[in-house]
């Protein structure tokens, strides 16, 4: 069974950096993607990135792009989320996601991701 733990949130300030990881156990080979999702408090769950377990493709949400980047080490069993020059807004709770269904459709959508950890909190000061 496919487990996954998110960790390393935290409160920083605006502009200041964080890196999630996200620690994953009894993958099976068809898990082919780890999304990255955040959800702040009465909204949808919204995508903020993706990598592709083999090749290491990732997405980005654009609100993201050019301040997160997403990263794995296979060996280690983990993905990471580099977040750099985070502002109020990224505020919210962070998930990691283990995509096994829907290869060929779009890594921002939640369908496909059959199994989520429990979230780790991010919270940006102004």
């Known amino acids: 069974q496919v487990q996954l733990v998110e960790s390393g949130g935290g409160l920083v300030q605006t502009g200041n950096s964080l890196t999630l990881s996200c620690t994953i156990s009894?993958?099976?080979?068809?898990?082919?993607?780890t999304g990255w999702f955040r959800q702040r408090p009465g909204m949808d769950r919204q995508f903020v990135a993706a990598?592709?377990?083999?090749?290491?493709?990732?997405a980005y949400s654009d609100s993201v792009k050019g301040r997160f980047t997403a990263s794995r080490d296979n060996a280690k069993n983990t993905v990471y989320l580099q977040m750099n020059n985070l502002n109020p807004e990224d505020t919210a709770v962070y998930f990691c996601a283990d995509r096994d269904q829907y290869p060929t459709e779009d890594l921002s959508s939640t369908r496909g991701y059959s199994t989520w950890g429990q979230g780790t909190q991010v919270t940006v000061s102004s």
């Open positions: 009894g993958r099976t080979v068809k898990s082919f993607a």
């Open positions: 990598i592709r377990r083999y090749s290491g493709v990732t």
